[in-house]
């Protein structure tokens, strides 16, 4: 095949496929019909059945066809995109996706009366994907643009500055930024004096101002108290774990010392220096498990009364 043959075949092919879309276009123009709603339709069908990958594709398929002729579902196809990545618990790409359909809807010329109403809807399921994605990740959830944007911005309804500010408290205090769900929170109040009542309000305060206040017990000073058996649980109030520290480590002490006294060395070395170095390095280990358990469990307690 020459390459003329070639382009002229490539052009035939090109010219078909404009006249494909042209036609569709005026199909849609003049009967208000979406002409690839099999295709949408085909997608739902795909992911009830539970086949997510096919249904993602068709799903990506309709919405690339989209750029020729804009049909009737592309928001809808956005969102059950968007829950179909959810599903598979792709959670940036659900969001991504989820913000996509709010374009959608808002640039939709057949808007209807709730196209604000709708609009908020989507925006609070963003908002919760958002959450999702940003869950474990090593900042705070309002350096997120969009989040940002939603908590500040006087453009959104209430109901999604409010939603937003909300879960950027609870992210913030579930990874342990608590002086950034602070400032969020004071932004709440200050935005919505009246969102919380009087008790709601004080239960709050008071357990931010304990978390400031909060002074964690120190690991290091564990370990070294440890020293000492069962002292370092005791620091950590762990008493429990203190008193079996000190009866099994004391214990092993003091038949060591008596080896020694009555110079068993030959017992000491073999039966006694092992397991009194394994015991002494646990007695260590266990003393900072129990501050860190300590120091976790305070903040947690905190964190549960304001959540």
Request: with cysteine.
């Amino acid at each position: 095949m020459t390459l003329l043959t070639k382009i002229k075949k490539s052009i035939a092919f090109s010219l078909t496929l404009l006249l494909l879309v042209l036609t569709n276009s005026f199909l849609f123009a003049q009967t208000g019909l979406d002409p690839y709603q099999d295709l949408f339709l085909y997608a739902q069908k795909l992911e009830k059945a539970g086949a997510l990958e096919e249904a993602e594709l068709e799903y990506k398929r309709y919405l690339f066809l989209q750029d020729y002729s804009a049909g009737l579902h592309q928001t809808q196809a956005f969102i059950e995109l968007a829950r179909l990545y959810e599903k598979k618990e792709e959670w940036e790409r659900a969001a991504q996706t989820m913000q996509k359909a709010i374009l959608s809807q808002a640039a939709d010329l057949c808007q209807t009366e709730n196209i604000e109403a709708d609009l908020n809807k989507l925006r609070i399921e963003h908002i919760r994907l958002l959450q999702k994605s940003e869950e474990n990740m090593n900042k705070s959830f309002t350096e997120n643009l969009f989040i940002f944007s939603y908590m500040n911005l006087p453009d959104f309804s209430d109901s999604v500055r409010q939603y937003a500010i909300l879960a950027a408290i609870e992210n913030d205090l579930k990874d342990g930024r608590n002086t950034y769900a602070q400032k969020s929170y004071n932004l709440l109040t200050n935005t919505y004096p009246d969102f919380f009542n009087a008790e709601e309000s004080q239960i709050i305060s008071t357990n931010f101002l304990n978390m400031t206040d909060f002074k964690p017990k120190k690991q290091m000073l564990a370990a070294y108290l440890s020293l000492f058996p069962g002292l370092g649980q005791l620091y950590a109030a762990h008493y429990k774990d203190s008193l079996n520290a000190f009866l099994l480590n004391g214990s092993i002490i003091a038949v060591s010392t008596y080896s020694l006294l009555t110079l068993d060395l030959w017992t000491l070395t073999l039966l006694e220096f092992n397991p009194l170095i394994h015991f002494m390095q646990g007695n260590i280990y266990n003393a900072q498990k129990d501050v860190y358990d300590y120091n976790s469990q305070k903040l947690r307690g905190y964190q549960e009364k304001i959540l």
